[in-house]
């Protein structure tokens, strides 16, 4: 009964208005003051409480509950629901209603004095930025009989130009970085920086640069600072001096603090679970890499381990294999040149079904009416997808299975034999974990602190796998390949992080790990260095910090009836200067502690000002360290909506529209500009002219 209660409410309301017998509507409006509400980083609302406001009260009235509003306009307005139920009782007869003689005309005056300019521009705004509707939206006769519609005298106020509306994007551009300037550099921590190139669909490389803080109030920030294009070359040169321009605010020294993102740490190491055939092969697309750091490291490390493969695979091709090796291979099945899943024959039929699929309307359409899941499509470079695949599959085994019967024909290749669905079971077993790993490392308060933790989570996976599949009698020579494959990768770069003792200092600083994680989990041996590295950090930037006391936030004390001589005389013999006590302020106290249990982020709990209190130095080193984000995921959010801005019926966007509009469009998400209809300052909603007081050149063509 609990449970329907939400739904028997709105009906009792329903009912109760339903039995008038006057027009509740006509005496009252429904408003939602919660709609569309929200904190930073939270989901918004739908709408809310809800409250019903007079319609004839010349102050405000409004409540929250029908039967008080029925009640309200009783009392108050007995006189009009008289005159509305008699209107309502002569509306049988065959004379018109006294309403139809009552015709109220506000004058056009009365009508633009109540139309609010300053909030219609900027939901044009949000809806051109952050709901990346087309510039050319503005200019349908649809929005504006829209907006007609709800006040027919404001014609000549709405925006019904594109070159207008990027006018009003590109004064704000300049207004609200300016104020993220101030921002950023009133934060309490260190700016972490995050960048990546992409290429937009109207082919330019664009370079992502976001940034993440801790603000004035201990809040974790995220911003898109720039999207500039980066022409000609990608170099790491020609990037950082792209970085360098956008970041003319910051002083940011790299070094030490090259962080790798996690998730292009898992998608490599599955690339080579998936792909590679040897470690040889798998050290040249490495070093390729991480020698050029200027590209996509995910692209191309596909791209030079295929092309890897493919050189040792010449002399195969040539017909230089040995006739030994040849013989063995197809007495047991197994290549033992192996390479990748071209050589798994389940992989290889769930390929060609997905591109047969692909290949005919006709094919989808007896697909999805056999099936009704659509199978999607492998990629080279992204491992996830051929988990999707997979799991699309294991999903519906048996209308697959089904379905394969009855195209045989079509499909005798392409048929799944029971050893393949066993193999495709095997392998959606091992990648679960990684793709749990990806979406953990993905959220808004990831932090730095758990990419050793997940890397270990990850070693230990493939190291369990291995095991698992050396058993006499679950012996899989294929799955042990795939695996040492993928954890070479993995150890590669877990040992790359000993050259960055932020990674372990994350660990030591979080509250719920500290130094008994690492001496449960770690060998023995690699203790002293994540400590050494941890202390050197610790040492050399924040133990000789001054100490700046922040004002107590306390309750304000109770006022006393009388301030009595004696409370006089307490105040003259109390101390004046207290001492902080800065015994557990230090690193190795803090880390040789147990470790707590904790209800939030490790970057929240030290923001809190007790452990500020506790912690004057320690947490500012904590909050340095833990606000950094274990992947680019920003960049790549930034991309995600570029791409949807960018549009095949937008091209010709020019790249620095593209940008201020994505900025804008972030800043408003991350509530960095607050809507003047929230609170805020607002948009600038009048702009004439550029920064240097000529016209300003918008360069916009869509649709």
């Keep these: 009964m609990a449970s329907s209660s939400p739904i028997s409410s709105t009906s009792a309301q329903l009912t ?58 009783q009392n108050r307005h007995r006189q009009l629901i008289q005159a509305s139920e008699t209107s309502q009782n002569s509306q049988q007869s065959t004379q018109p209603s006294i309403d139809s003689y009552i015709t109220f005309q506000p004058s056009d005056s009365a009508l633009r004095n109540v139309f609010n300019a300053q909030r219609y521009i900027e939901a044009i705004v949000g809806l051109l930025t952050r709901r990346r509707v087309p510039f050319s939206s503005v200019t349908w006769d649809e929005m504006k009989s829209l907006a007609l519609a709800c006040n027919p005298a404001i014609e000549d ?15 704000n551009y300049g207004l609200y970085a300016s104020q993220l300037r101030d921002l950023i550099q009133g934060s309490q921590s260190m700016i972490h920086i995050s960048t990546d190139l992409w290429t937009s669909p109207h082919r330019h490389a664009m370079l992502a640069v976001c940034a993440q803080w801790v603000d004035y109030n201990y809040a974790l920030r995220k911003a898109l600072l720039g999207l500039p294009e980066c022409p000609f070359s990608h170099s790491g040169e020609a990037q950082a001096a792209l970085i360098v321009e956008v970041l003319q605010w910051i002083d940011f020294n790299p070094k030490k603090r090259r962080i790798r993102c996690i998730g292009h740490i898992i998608n490599l190491s599955l690339q080579s679970f998936l792909l590679a055939r040897s470690k040889e092969a798998l050290t040249a697309a490495l ?90 499509i492998d990629n080279a ?3 996830s997808s051929w988990y999707k695949v997979i799991d699309n599959a294991i999903r519906k085994k048996v209308q697959i299975n089904q379905f394969l019967l009855e195209h045989d024909r079509e499909l005798e290749d392409t048929v799944l034999s029971g050893s393949d669905w066993d193999l495709l079971a095997k392998t959606h077993a091992f990648l679960e974990p990684f793709a749990s790993a990806t979406l953990y490392a993905e959220g808004k308060c990831s932090s730095v602190s758990q990419s050793l933790f997940l890397m270990d989570a990850l070693l230990f996976h493939y190291e369990s796998a291995k095991v698992q599949h050396s058993q006499p009698g679950s012996m899989d020579t294929r ?86 001589q004696l409370s006089f005389l307490f105040r003259s013999i109390e101390v004046k200067q207290k001492a902080i006590s800065t015994d557990s302020d230090n690193l190795d106290s803090f880390i040789n502690a147990l470790p707590l249990e904790i209800d939030c982020t490790p970057l ?56 201020k509009v994505e900025c804008i469009g972030n800043w408003l998400r991350e509530g960095l500009i607050v809507p003047s209809g929230e609170g805020g300052l607002g948009l600038v909603c009048n ?5 240097d007081g000529a016209p300003m050149d918008v360069g916009l063509q869509d649709d």
């Design 381 to 383: 470079t992204r491992w």
């Design 604 to 659: 929240e709990w030290w923001s809190r000002l007790e452990q500020r209190a506790q912690y004057p130095r320690l947490s500012r080193m904590a909050i340095d360290i833990l606000s950094i984000p274990s992947e680019s995921a920003e960049p790549e959010r930034a991309f995600s909506g570029a791409r949807r801005t960018a549009s095949w019926d937008r091209l010709r966007i020019t790249c620095k529209n593209l940008e």
């Design 157 to 171: 106020c709405l925006i019904t130009s594109r070159d207008q509306a990027m006018k009003i994007i590109n004064a």
């Design 479 to 564: 799955m042990l390949h795939a695996i040492e494959m993928g954890w070479f990768v993995l150890d590669k770069y877990y040992t790359m992080t000993e050259d960055v003792p932020v990674y372990a200092a994350a660990l030591l600083l979080d509250p719920s790990k500290r130094l008994a994680y690492i001496q449960q989990n770690w060998p023995r041996d690699w203790h002293e260095a994540a400590i050494a590295g941890a202390r050197d950090i610790w040492m050399t930037e924040y133990q000789g910090l001054a100490i700046s006391k922040e004002p107590e936030r306390r309750p304000a004390p109770l006022p006393s009836k009388k301030d009595g």
């Design 687 to 691: 702009p004439l002219t550029g920064d």
């Design 287 to 376: 070093n390729a890499t991480i020698s050029d750091e200027s590209v996509d490291m995910v692209d191309h490390f596909a791209a030079t381990l295929a092309e890897t493969i493919s050189q040792q695979e010449e002399p195969v091709l040539q017909g230089k294999r040995p006739k030994s090796t040849a013989k063995a291979s197809q007495k047991t099945g197994i290549d033992e040149d192996y390479t990748g899943w071209q050589g798994i024959p389940a992989l290889q039929k769930l390929h060609n079904l997905a591109v047969w699929l692909r290949s005919s309307s006709l094919h989808s359409d007896s697909w999805r009416d056999a099936v009704g899941l659509s199978l999607g």
């Design 16 to 73: 109760a208005i339903e039995r008038l017998g006057w027009d509740f509507h006509s005496f009252f409006r429904v408003e939602y003051p919660e709609k569309n509400k929200t904190q930073i980083g939270r989901v918004r609302k739908s709408y809310g409480r809800r409250e019903y406001v007079c319609l004839h009260c010349s102050t405000r009235w409004s409540n929250g509950y029908t039967s008080n509003a029925i009640t309200h306009a």
